[in-house]
C-alpha cells in the first residue's frame, strides 16, 4: 500500500492544539462508477441549502478564529469547507468538475469539513504542515499563466520536500499536487477542529471511501486520524 505519512509541527499544534484529521492514503482502480460523485455533489448542495449540518456555523467560526490566530483574514482568504459552503448558498449549486474532486467537495459540504485531495505521486518526500518561514515556493497561476509566489512568514502551510502544497492551511492547493480522477495514488485530508463532532469526522471519512469504493470498485484505503494533542 503506498501511503502518506503527514505531521504537524509543533509549532502548529500550539496555534491549534485541538486540531485533528483523517489522513486517507487510496491506491486507485479503474473508473466505473463516473456519475457518482456529481449525484453526491448535487444531494450535498441540498442538504447545505437545508442548514445542516447543525454544527456547520461554530466548526466554520472556529476555523475562521484560528485563521486570524496566523494572520489570515477568514473573510478575504476562508477556509475550503466555507468557500465552497458560501458558493452553494450564493447559487444553490455546484457544477460538476471530476468525478473525485466531486466526491470530496461533497464530503466537504455535506460535513462542513476542509478536504483536501492530493495526488500523492506528485509528492517529494511526506506531507508536513508548518508554520511558513516566507522563503518557501508555491506553484500557481496568475492570469492564467503558472506562477511562482512565496508564502507569507507566519502563514500555516502543507508542504513536502520541494515546497509549499496548500497555502493558508487548507485555503489554496497548488498546481503540481493537484488531483484528478486518472490519478494512481491518492491522498486526502479531512481537517477538523473541536466544534466538529469526532464521530463525525469518521463519518465524513467513511463517506469518502465508501463513495470510492463504489466509483472505483477494488481500491484500496487507509485510513489514520492524526493530531495536535
Not at 486570524?68 to 458560501?86: D, M
Not at 515556493?137 to 506562477?147: E, N, Q, W
Not at 469526522?201 to 493530531?227: C, F, W, Y
Request: glycine share 6%; hydrophobic share 45%; aromatic share 8%.
Amino acid at each position: 500500500m503506498f501511503s502518506a505519512h503527514p505531521s504537524i509541527s509543533p509549532d502548529v499544534a500550539r496555534l491549534a492544539p485541538g486540531f485533528r484529521a483523517l489522513s486517507i492514503s487510496v491506491s486507485a482502480a479503474p473508473l466505473v462508477n463516473v456519475s457518482l460523485g456529481e449525484e453526491a455533489l448535487r444531494i450535498a448542495c441540498a442538504e447545505v441549502l437545508n442548514g445542516q449540518p447543525v454544527w456547520a456555523e461554530a466548526h466554520l467560526n472556529a476555523w475562521s478564529e484560528t485563521f486570524r490566530a496566523f494572520g489570515a483574514k477568514p473573510k478575504r482568504t476562508p477556509c475550503s469547507a466555507e468557500a465552497l459552503r458560501k458558493r452553494v448558498l450564493r447559487d444553490g449549486f455546484m457544477t460538476a468538475l471530476d468525478p473525485v474532486v466531486d466526491l470530496y467537495n461533497a464530503v466537504s459540504l455535506r460535513y462542513a469539513v476542509p478536504v483536501g485531495g492530493e495526488n500523492l505521486d506528485a509528492y517529494r518526500g511526506a506531507p508536513r504542515l508548518i508554520i511558513s518561514d516566507g522563503s518557501e515556493s508555491f506553484d500557481t497561476l496568475k492570469d492564467g499563466i503558472p506562477f511562482m509566489e512565496k508564502p507569507d512568514a507566519g502563514e500555516v502551510v502543507w508542504c513536502d520536500d520541494l515546497g509549499v502544497t496548500c497555502r493558508r492551511w487548507n485555503w489554496r492547493q497548488g498546481i503540481r499536487t493537484r488531483l484528478n480522477s486518472s490519478d494512481k495514488h491518492m491522498w486526502f485530508i479531512l481537517e477538523s477542529l473541536p466544534e466538529m463532532p469526532i464521530e463525525a469526522l469518521h463519518d465524513a471519512g467513511q463517506m469518502l471511501t465508501d463513495g470510492l469504493e463504489v466509483m472505483m470498485p477494488g481500491m484500496r484505503s487507509e485510513i489514520k486520524l492524526i493530531s495536535t494533542f
